[in-house]
C-alpha cells in the first residue's frame, strides 16, 4: 500500500543521510520506523482509551488470569476434574 506523509526537512535530511551511508532505501528506514513505532503507540493509546471506559464504567477491568476462578459455574472444569477421578474397570 502506498502511502504519502510529509517530513520536516531535518527528519528528511537525517533519513537521506542514513540511506545513503547504508546503501539502503528511504523506504526501507520508514517502514521500520513505521513497523516499531506502531506497537509503541498502540500500547499507549488503546491503554488510555481502556483507562477512560473503565473510569467511565463503561467496560470493567477484566482480572488477570491468576485471580480468576474457573471453577465457579463452569461446567467444562467439571469435566475437566471428571478425567482426574479413578477409572472402574469392568
Not at 537525517?14 to 513505521?34: F, I, M, N, P, S
Not at 467496560?59 to 480468576?68: C, V
Amino acid at each position: 500500500m502506498a502511502t504519502s506523509i510529509w517530513l520536516d526537512p531535518a527528519i528528511e535530511q537525517r533519513v537521506d543521510h542514513l540511506a545513503v551511508q547504508t546503501g539502503r532505501t528511504k523506504a526501507y528506514y520508514l517502514r521500520e520506523v513505521v513497523a516499531n513505532g506502531l506497537e509503541d503507540l498502540e500500547d499507549y493509546y488503546l491503554a488510555a482509551a481502556t483507562l477512560e471506559r473503565v473510569r467511565r464504567w463503561k467496560k470493567r477491568p477484566i482480572r488477570p488470569a491468576s485471580e480468576k476462578r474457573p471453577w465457579r459455574g463452569c461446567s467444562t472444569a467439571r469435566r475437566r476434574t471428571d478425567t482426574f477421578l479413578p477409572q472402574t474397570v469392568n
